[in-house]
């Protein structure tokens, strides 16, 4: 994400700046210490496994069409719908 964020600090394009956005949301809901303490404890760990995976791989494929300048509009589109929290986020805070 930091180097999604150097690289498309101006970024200008809606599409772009969506796409940047949502990577930064997956990559807080992976990381985000609920996941690791169900497992650790055993409970519902297949649920907390699996999204802990979607969120992954949502930001890899979000990261690789950035890197490659082709975002998929409908696809992006799909994950905002599902998770959106935190509409406003910059992106650029993993910048510094």
């Known amino acids: 994400m930091v180097e999604l964020a150097r690289s498309h600090w101006g970024a200008s394009n809606p599409l772009t700046v969506r796409a940047l956005k949502q990577a930064a949301r997956e990559l807080m809901l992976a990381q985000a210490s609920d ?4 497992m650790s404890t055993g409970t519902t760990v297949p649920y907390a496994t699996r999204r802990f995976n ?3 791989i949502r930001f890899s494929r979000l990261y690789d069409e ?3 300048g082709q975002v998929d509009e409908k ?3 799909s994950v905002e719908a599902q ?3 935190f509409p ?3 992106y650029r805070i993993y910048a510094s």
């Open 35 to 38: 996941w690791t303490f169900i």
């Open 54 to 56: 979607e969120h992954i």
């Open 66 to 68: 950035l890197k490659q």
């Open 75 to 77: 696809y992006l589109a």
């Open 83 to 85: 998770d959106n929290i």
């Open 88 to 90: 406003d986020i910059d």
